[in-house]
């Protein structure tokens, strides 16, 4: 491989990382974390039963 050939690729790989590190940060996590309770999954399971067509409106 060419020098030229190498310096595109590290500069590539190192403008890659600087965006994935960037989006790293400004990673949030909800607050408060999200609730799977009972009124969860009823509802997954009501939309479950409609995307199979078993729900009439």
């Given at each position: 491989?060419?020098?030229?050939?190498?310096?595109?690729?590290?500069?590539?790989?190192?403008?890659?990382?600087?965006?994935?590190?960037?989006?790293?940060?400004?990673?949030?996590?909800p607050d408060p974390p999200p609730r799977y309770d009972e009124v969860y999954f009823e509802g997954t399971a009501w939309l479950d039963r409609m995307a199979r067509g078993e729900v009439e409106d």
């Open positions: 491989m060419t020098d030229a050939k190498r310096e595109k690729r590290d500069e590539l790989r190192r403008k890659l990382r600087a965006y994935v590190e960037e989006k790293r940060k400004r990673h949030v996590q």
